[in-house]
């Protein structure tokens, strides 16, 4: 995973060097995840968790934008189903995953002048789980619990201005985070930092 994380981010740069009108842009930021359910089940309380990675923007005004981000995540679950049971019982637990994210995201830019943007993003994002904090995790919580890959649709709102980038937008979780017990999904609000090179 870690050489085709690197493998991305050097084709990324390389791609950039040779062509018109597409920018690296480096990110970070923070990020407020909670699980939910079909049935409108609050699963978890959000915690502040933080992401970093690298964006390709290719476009002006209408743009399409492929990114690579390591997310880390943290969530208080308090009312859970058991994992391999079918009843929901009150508990207090904190999970912390690690995962790679690969937004795909088509953007307008309703304002654009030389110094300064305002654009509307949406698309979809494809997640890696890579890690779980096993350590004081009353659940007994490992990477096997949860799917390899899950799917999110991404809509958001951010500006340019001068060199810098700054991005709101929030994750609806498709696909269901666990492989057994509840049918989760986790949304997840970012806010994101960046500078376009």
Known sequence: MKKLIVASILT???FSAFSQGVKVIPQFGLNLSKYTTDENQKLSEGRIGYQLGVGLRIGEKTYFQPSVMWTHMSTEIGKV????A??????????????IQVPVMIGHSVINSEFFK???????SLTFVT???????????QKDNYNKTVWGLK?????????LTFDLDYEFGMSKMYKNGPDSKNNILRLTAGFKI
Do not use: Y
């Open 118 to 124: 305002f654009r509307l993003t949406g698309g979809p």
């Open 12 to 14: 990324l740069v390389s």
């Open 86 to 99: 079918d009843s929901f019982s009150d508990i207090r637990e904190n999970a912390t995953i690690n995962t």
């Open 155 to 163: 809509a958001g709102a951010g500006v340019d201005i001068w060199m």
């Open 131 to 141: 890690n779980v904090d096993e350590s004081d995790n009353l659940l007994l919580l």
């Open 81 to 84: 189903k058991d994992l391999h």
